[in-house]
């Protein structure tokens, strides 16, 4: 049997997805090979899906300097370094890799570090890219081209606001349908199902409707524009962006069903009543390094004086049953929760939610309630940089990752936030 060259080993471990293996066969082929420029690129791969951000990053600037003809490198090194918080070089990253090959996807890339660094006419001027990236393109083509609206008056015309990306996105930018609606005629607002009751309520729709083939097989319109190119539309900065909350209300139905649900829990005695969300869509793979796994949360249970109630939707929720026997000051009631207007009108109930980056913290920011927002170490755009607050939800506090992956201190901070808020509160109640 002939012996297999470490890089050979490598390449072996890698389809057998056995990434310590792997990753000590290419630190020993990458030794003796300093110049082997996809080498050190395959190397920053391992490495960013290991989260080991930093020796990422510098894997890929070596192949950046071994071949600065090849967009990838640095297109990967823009990611890393964004990831890192290095919105600069990360800008810097992409626009050498456009200058390259001009992909879409650069662009896009390049529009989300933009953003991430709070320079928005620009960033939002190159989220117009996202429209053209070969794996989004088909969400976009239901609307001929003609007919996109450019944001220009439209009296006595008809104009579809549509659904592109996540249910999150669709809460936290139906906030500019008034400013649409001041510009024209009908406005259409197409969503998903489980929000229309909830989107309903929104301000500047005439009108919300599922987004689905049968429907818009039968929609007339004149003009249409996805929902998140209304900020670049708006001309949006972080100084003038539109932050009145509320700007969604729960359904009086709703409101009425989950007064009653939790009648039961309305004497308090000092308690404070808590909802919580600790993971995310499961086949959102990216998106699983937002995810709190439950029993590290479950440290804020035996905070004094609260009571918790899950928000969580979805086969996680299956998760409650061992917590619940743990923490008998945990009460899940999400099996009521039929749609987001349910979701609204169980936080509307509520003191305060604490949560992971997903749609829930959108509706209670629509609503004007205060949430607490844990976030991953490469949080994604909308939450900017460095701040515990955000500038569209009033009501946020931000608490953030310092170590890539760890939540302990993200926990033991929030753990001291609750214990000095419900001392507070009573203090205030005395």
Not at 329 to 344: K, M, V, Y
């Amino acid at each position: 049997m002939p012996i297999l060259t470490p890089y050979e080993q490598y390449q072996k471990h890698l389809e057998k997805q056995e990434i310590p293996q792997a990753l000590a066969c290419l630190q020993q082929h990458l030794a003796a090979h300093r110049g082997h420029a996809d080498g050190f690129y395959q190397y920053g791969n391992l490495l960013r899906s290991g989260y080991h951000l930093a020796a990422a990053a510098r894997a890929y600037e070596e192949a950046c300097r071994l071949d600065p003809a090849h967009s990838d490198y640095f297109l990967n090194l823009g990611v890393v370094l964004q990831w890192l918080q290095q919105t600069d070089k990360a800008i810097a990253a992409y626009r050498t890799a456009w200058e390259k090959d001009n992909r879409p996807a650069i662009r896009f890339n390049l529009a989300q570090a933009l953003l991430l660094a709070g320079k928005y006419p620009e960033g939002w001027a190159e989220y117009e890219w996202r429209r053209q990236v070969p794996e989004y393109k088909p969400r976009y083509e239901w609307y001929p081209e003609q007919k996109q609206w450019r944001g220009q008056l439209f009296p006595g015309q008809t104009l579809v606001v549509y659904h592109e990306q996540g249910l999150g996105d669709d809460i936290q930018f139906c906030r500019y349908l008034p400013y649409v609606k001041a510009l024209g005629g009908k406005v259409i607002l197409s969503t998903r199902s489980a929000l229309i009751p909830l989107l309903s309520t929104a301000a500047g729709a005439d009108q919300v409707i599922e987004q689905s083939v049968e429907t818009l097989e039968r929609l007339k319109f004149d003009w249409a524009v996805p929902i998140q190119s209304l900020p670049h539309l708006c001309g949006t900065t972080l100084d003038s962006l539109p932050n009145q909350t509320p700007y969604l209300t729960a359904p009086p139905v709703c409101r009425d069903k989950w007064r009653t649900l939790l009648a039961p829990h309305r004497q308090r005695n000092g308690i404070r009543n808590i909802g919580f969300v600790w993971t995310c869509n499961p086949l959102d793979k990216l998106g699983q390094v937002r995810t709190c796994p439950l029993p590290q949360l479950a440290q804020l249970f035996s905070v004094p004086n609260t009571r918790w109630f899950s928000v969580q939707k979805g086969p996680a929720a299956a998760e409650l049953r061992q917590a619940a026997a743990e923490h008998p000051n945990l009460i899940d009631l999400s099996g009521n929760i039929n749609d987001f207007a349910d979701t609204a009108a169980l936080l509307d109930q509520l003191d305060l939610l604490v949560s992971i980056d997903t749609s829930v913290p959108h509706v209670a920011g629509a609503l004007g309630k205060p949430a607490w927002l844990l976030l991953p170490f490469a949080n994604e755009w909308r939450w900017l940089l460095r701040r515990s607050d955000s500038p569209w939800y009033p009501g946020f506090r931000l608490f953030r990752q310092t170590i890539p992956g760890q939540w302990d201190d993200v926990l033991a901070r929030v753990r001291h936030a609750l214990r000095q808020k419900t001392a507070e509160d009573d203090s205030h109640e005395q």
